[in-house]
């Protein structure tokens, strides 16, 4: 009998050792799950790649681990190590065609594409490829629209499509079979693969096939699916973290939305997994509890009351994009949670507009002539560094503001699909012609739905501007957790009195909104009026 370690596999994380699958004494085959460790967004069952019998773990309970950590203890049994022999002299019966010793030449196999982890689930709103298709690894396949961005999900290996499994408009989740397509495979099997490897380690050693370097080859039995399982671990398992419940990432989400303690849910699945239907249950429970105690349990806000409109006439009823529903969510939870103030001025941009029509685009590598709204962001980025208090963000408990030493601005972008925010990063240190050039370049992405997560993260202040068809004014929402936005509206031509007559002067209105837990109205009254001189003479600006 000779023995090997399990060891863990490859993968860009940790997590805590939360249960064991198997018992010492137990035996196993290479892929049955031995332990199952938890990060804080999600729990993986560990396989093995060794077939054999469990003799003594290297973990304990509640052990945090990493890649490449000695797992368990693995006795071989002479079974395995006689159909490594077999293999062994099987290889070298055939050791007189030099087709023995290389691979045979790939052939194709039926492979299936799913979706990733992608951190919830999304609508499928384009496909790259149609069957007949080649593609390569790496290469583009669909697009996937969640509630917080469109993704580009890219090919797991190379090969062509025979069909496209699911539709357009369809909701996927993790797993779900996206495309169905011939990917090209080595036509040797795993044994084969094993057996080739014994048979070029034995060429050059003479040590006995029971050693461990010898037996190593035939952990490549379980080879493919340790890779599978690595890859699975590398985008399951990107946190290090501690859990004290079992439960999945969905499953979190929504008892975090519905505000359940999963420490207090009994779980029903497998091993007591909490799942949906669990939590689901539990506020049911909670509800009937609070219902016999004669609790009036009801929403804050009165709902508007369900109507049928196609009582009064023909309808069309369509859903709203993944885009659409998150940014109403989002703009209803910075309503109700943010005390807004709202300041207008009206800013004379004569001057900065003649300047603006004096630019040749061609010197500064532009495409045409900036609009108002570089000036705008490239002022509104230098308020932010004389009144930090506009720069941060009041903290979850209330009781602390998170000063910011970076300026990142958010820019409102109207696409198709609804509103989103792209952010320009240090807007601070970039000129008018840096931010002309960086604005049209996220408009371009938005309305492509090419935008990812990050390019819409880490914003500190929010420009709104209706620019042509904006009339006169309005009140922007803030963007939370950001503590204020500016509002731009239509500039307008108007007569200005001079002292001794009106002349005609374009004006713009501009539309403060700021947390007044945060902002009082005279930080907000000095923050206005440093963007009303700068824009108004920006010669000096300029300076």
């Not at 803030?478 to 001079?498: F, H, Y």
């Amino acid at each position: 009998m000779a023995t090997e370690i399990v060891l863990m596999p490859d993968a860009d994380g940790s997590g805590d050792v939360i249960e064991f699958c198997v018992e010492i004494g137990d035996k196993i085959v290479a892929g049955d799950s031995i332990i199952v460790i938890e990060s804080d967004k999600a729990s993986m069952e560990v396989p093995s790649s060794i077939e054999g019998t469990v003799v003594e773990w290297l973990v304990e309970m509640g052990d945090g681990i990493e890649k490449g950590r000695p797992l368990a203890k693995v006795e071989i049994s002479e079974d395995v190590i006689a159909e490594v022999e077999t293999l062994v002299a099987e290889q070298s019966a055939d050791t007189a065609s030099p087709r023995a010793v290389s691979a045979a030449p790939s052939a194709a196999s039926e492979k299936l594409v799913l979706m990733p982890d992608a951190g919830g689930k999304g609508d499928l709103i384009e496909f790259f490829v149609q069957p007949g298709d080649s593609f390569l690894e790496g290469d583009m396949l669909l697009l996937v629209e969640s509630d917080k961005a469109a993704m580009e999900i890219p090919a797991p290996f190379s090969g062509s499509v025979i069909e496209l499994v699911a539709e357009l408009g369809q909701t996927v989740e993790e797993g779900a079979i996206l495309i169905k397509a011939l990917g090209a495979v080595e036509s040797n099997s795993v044994e084969g693969t094993a057996a080739l490897s014994v048979t070029q380690s034995d060429s050059k050693t003479s040590e006995p096939l029971s050693t461990p370097k010898t037996l190593a080859s035939s952990s490549t039995v379980a080879a493919a699916s340790i890779a599978a399982v690595s890859s699975i671990l590398n985008t399951s398992l990107s946190a290090v973290g501690t859990s004290q419940v079992y439960a999945g990432p969905a499953t979190r989400k929504l008892a975090r939305e519905l505000g359940v303690d999963l420490a207090k849910v009994k779980g029903a699945g497998k091993r007591a997994r909490i799942l949906k239907e669990d939590v689901k249950q539990f506020v049911k429970q909670q509800m009937s509890t609070a219902n016999s105690a004669n609790v009036v349990v009801q929403s804050g806000v009165p709902a508007i009351p369900s109507i049928d409109f196609s009582k009064f006439g023909e309808i069309d009823t369509q859903n709203l994009s993944g885009i659409a529903k998150a940014t109403s969510a989002h703009m209803t939870r910075c309503w109700l949670n943010i005390p807004h103030v709202t300041l207008f001025d009206e800013v004379d941009i004569t001057d900065l507009d003649a300047f603006r029509a004096a630019i040749n685009p061609e010197l500064y590598g532009l495409l045409k002539k900036p609009t108002i709204l570089p000036f705008i962001i490239m002022i509104v980025a230098k308020a932010l560094r004389k009144h930090p208090q506009f720069n941060a963000s009041l903290h979850a408990d209330g009781e602390q503001i998170i000063y910011k030493d970076y300026v990142h601005i958010g820019v409102a972008v109207d696409t198709p699909a609804g509103l989103v925010v792209p952010v320009i990063r240090d807007a601070d240190k970039k000129s008018v012609s840096e931010l002309t050039l960086e604005i049209a370049e996220l408009a371009k992405k938005a309305n492509d739905r090419k935008l990812k997560i990050d390019d819409m993260q880490g914003g500190c202040f929010t420009v709104s501007s209706l620019g042509a068809s904006g009339g006169v004014g309005f009140t922007p929402i803030i963007n939370g957790p950001e503590v204020a936005i500016l509002g731009v509206a239509r500039a307008d031509i108007k007569p200005s009195w001079d002292g001794e007559a009106f002349i005609p002067r374009k004006q713009l209105p501009l539309c403060l909104s700021f947390d007044h837990r945060v902002v009082n109205g005279a930080d907000a009254g000095r923050f206005m009026a440093m963007i009303h001189q700068c824009l108004s003479k920006i010669g000096n600006t300029l300076l």
